[in-house]
């Protein structure tokens, strides 16, 4: 994250550093927190840590990872952020292949900013506004969002975003490389 995206001018917190400690402040019941999990940092999901660009094209899902996900594997997404093996990430890398960029180039992030308590848990609309309210409508920076999924595009729709909607790179019924494609043409839109 850039200084300039955590401060202004004059000092004061940017809107990233208000994501981070709105972030930090986020609880709903039913859900861990980045904290509680061990994942506390200087972003809103650890994910930036390779997907951070803040003047980048900004890629937003419905969350990072579920509670046990992230344990089992907190050695890798402590250093990285995220599992480049699962179909999220083959698909994503894929996609920005095709379009000339790298995952330093571009911002990943999603609506939901907690960790649910099993993977692919549903989220209530209730739960995924609260969080992008709170925390991840912080990121957008003036940015048009490419909304990766139904979740994140039903969001950034409750509120008025305007925003280009794609598959989720872990969709089922397409291959990795039509997902790829998709997701790619999004990308394109708002370079």
Not at 23 to 50: H, K, M, N
């Amino acid at each position: 994250m850039t200084q300039a995206a955590r401060h202004d001018p004059a000092g004061h917190p940017g809107p990233l550093a208000r994501a981070i400690a709105a972030r930090r402040a986020f609880r709903l019941p039913g859900y861990t927190t980045l904290a509680e999990a061990g994942f506390d940092g200087d972003y809103v999901t650890p994910i930036e840590q390779s997907s951070g660009n803040p003047t980048g094209p900004l890629l937003m899902s419905k969350d990072w990872f579920d509670a046990p996900s992230a344990t089992a594997h907190r050695a890798t997404l402590r250093i990285k952020g995220y599992l480049p093996h699962i179909p999220f990430n083959r698909v994503l890398d894929k996609a920005l292949a095709l379009v000339g960029l790298s995952r330093a180039d571009i911002f990943v992030c999603p609506v939901f900013c907690l960790l649910p308590p099993q993977r692919s848990h549903p989220i209530p609309n209730r739960d995924l506004r609260a969080s992008f309210d709170a925390v991840t409508r912080h990121v957008l920076l003036g940015r048009r969002p490419v909304a990766a999924g139904t979740d994140a595009a039903r969001t950034l729709g409750h509120f008025g975003i305007d925003h280009v909607e794609t598959c989720h790179p872990s969709a089922r019924g397409l291959t990795f490389d039509a997902r790829a494609q998709k997701i790619a043409t999004a990308l394109k839109q708002v370079m």
